[in-house]
């Protein structure tokens, strides 16, 4: 306090300036949300990178249009493939691309830590420093059975002397690999009746089969069948013989065109025992040459499980 001249008082309060400038908590929300953002993008990034092309493909094709994904036909390989699905012929069956395990998740705290990990493994693949990340595995055999198919539907469309046939050329995905048949038609087909000889419309195909899988690692298993009709009393031939000459002479043919002897794994006859019209056994879909390639994982000197579809 201080005397003013004319007698009056004065009282001075000073107030002093709070530090919420600088020492305040402001800047420590900003720091966390900052470093929440890089975490959140390292991990992106981590996944980015740890993710196979053909499910990144896959993912991509799910969000620019999740409806197609309800379009698809169902059946195959549950893998993830790759995009430009709705440009594939209808010759080619192509299984549904959903990225998403869409069965029920259990609460938290019934699911294990090795649950989880694998569940992390089934969706991604394996990360890390991990020996199996070099092996073949489903990644590598989807990858590969996505470029026979693209090989394969590129040739058909380039050779217009394939045309009327491309129907006679399907593919599908199994559980044993990718399924590639040479079917026989009303009046168009691939052998001479009771014959093992190819025709030259079964030799052009093949062309672009054997051109397809040339330079793939995968094992091949060639089957023949044949429809329920049987040969006439003292032909001194019967279905089995007749099947299994023809994929003979497929295989015959393929490594003529260059395929590798020894990727062939089996070449087998089935008759008339794996209809692909089990209500119609004397259809002419019936008689056909079925093409395996393999999964990596197919053990050697074990028969390939691969059932027959329409």
């Known amino acids: 306090m201080a005397p ?14 709070g530090h919420g400038g600088h020492h305040g908590g402001a800047w420590k929300v900003a720091y966390a949300d900052f470093v929440t953002a890089m975490m959140a993008f390292f991990l992106l990034m981590w996944l980015l990178g740890t ?55 259990p609460a938290r705290g019934e699911q294990t830590d090795s649950e989880l990990a694998d569940r992390v493994v089934q969706a991604f693949g394996p990360v890390g420093d991990d020996p199996a990340l070099d092996m073949p595995g489903d990644a590598e055999d ?10 394969i539907r590129e040739a058909l469309a380039a050779r217009d002397d394939l045309a009327p046939f491309r129907n006679q050329l399907q593919v599908t995905r199994t559980e044993a690999g990718l399924r590639i048949e040479l079917l026989d038609r009303e009046n168009l087909a691939m052998f001479p009746s009771g014959s093992d000889r190819l025709s030259p419309e079964a030799l ?12 793939q690692p995968n094992r091949l298993s060639i089957r023949g069948h044949t429809d329920s009709r049987p040969f006439a009393s003292g032909a001194g031939s019967d279905n089995w013989r007749l099947s299994s000459d023809r994929a003979n002479a497929t295989r015959l043919a393929m490594t003529g065109m260059g ?39 197919a053990p050697a000197g074990e028969e390939m499980v691969d059932p027959a579809g329409p």
């Open 51 to 105: 993710t196979s092309k053909a499910k990144l493909e896959g993912l991509a094709e799910y969000f620019t249009d999740p409806g197609s994904v309800s379009r698809l036909p169902p059946g195959g390989d549950a893998g993830i493939l790759r995009g430009s699905m709705a440009m594939a012929p209808s010759f080619i069956q192509i299984p549904p691309a959903s990225p998403f395990d869409l069965s029920p998740t």
């Open 259 to 297: 395929l590798a002897a020894a990727r062939i794994a089996e070449v087998v006859g089935k008759a008339d025992t794996e209809p692909r019209l089990p209500e119609r056994p004397e259809d002419p879909r019936n008689r056909r040459i079925s093409i395996l390639l393999m999964n990596h994982a």
């Open 4 to 17: 003013r001249k004319d007698g009056r008082i004065v009282v001075r309060k000073v107030v002093e300036a």
């Open 142 to 151: 989807a990858r590969t059975f996505a470029q026979v198919e693209d090989r």
């Open 204 to 215: 052009r195909l093949l062309e672009v089969v054997a051109a397809a899988v040339a330079d």
